[in-house]
């Protein structure tokens, strides 16, 4: 099956701070979504881009298909971003979400 | 917007009890329902694709009849943990798409179970 890798695992940022985070998928797919789980464990939609670029205020999203990437970047963090964001995509001629294993992402004051 | 509930938010059981958990959705139908483990500080897992009207569809590894899914409407999909055990205590969250197969999937809130 489909191998999905983010990085980094692990992520500090100080309050205000940019970051990137990556995904990187081992074939074609025809969908791939961005997550934030909170602390309670409630997966939140923050992009479905299975490919080009999108923003949402704070948050952009961009999905390169061909070369089998997406980033999701983060600017001027905020503690409330805090929590692991997942990568999950669809395999093409496939319907089921695989995930990646996640970045653990802490935004201190 | 779209909605997948889930019920009950946490659980706790006794060995060798078994346990039900719901997932809806509630403003869309969804012939096709996924069930994911997730153990702490570890990525979600699928376990099967719930199918209405027929039986559902198990990865590799999982056990059809420790883990019983019954799909019997369009917007109710169960997941039945028979005879728990403690190495069964995790988190189990379920997801929908709305209409076509592909598009944006949404999660139910999550069930923690927890078998003492």
């Known amino acids: 099956g489909i191998q999905v890798e983010q990085s980094p695992p692990d992520l500090i940022l100080q309050e205000g701070a940019n970051s990137t985070l990556r995904c990187n998928f081992s074939d074609s797919v025809n969908n791939l979504q961005w997550f934030h789980q909170n602390p309670w464990g409630q997966l939140i939609n923050l992009f479905y881009i299975p490919s080009g670029t999108k923003q949402n205020g704070r948050l952009s999203a961009t999905t390169v298909a061909t070369e089998r990437y997406s980033l999701l970047y983060i600017s001027s963090s905020q503690t409330t971003d805090s929590g692991v964001y997942f990568c999950a995509v669809v395999e093409a001629a496939g319907n089921k979400l695989t995930f990646g294993g996640g970045t653990r992402v802490l935004v201190k004051p | 917007g779209a909605v997948v509930s889930q019920h009950p938010s946490r659980v706790i059981c006794k060995s060798g009890t078994s346990v039900k958990i719901e997932c809806r959705s509630l403003d869309f139908q969804a012939t096709t329902m996924f069930w994911y483990r997730q153990f702490p500080k570890q990525s979600l897992m699928l376990m099967a694709t719930?199918?209405?009207?027929?039986?559902?569809?198990?990865e590799q590894g999982v056990e059809k009849d420790k883990f019983l899914i019954n799909h019997a409407s369009l917007t109710l999909s169960t997941l039945t943990v028979t005879s728990a055990h403690p190495e069964d205590s995790s988190f189990y969250i379920c997801?929908?798409?709305?209409?076509?197969?592909?598009?944006?999937?949404?999660f139910g809130q999550g069930t923690r179970l927890t078998v003492v």
């Open positions: 997801s929908a798409y709305i209409g076509v197969m592909n598009t944006e999937a949404f």
């Open positions: 719930s199918n209405e009207g027929s039986k559902a569809t198990y």
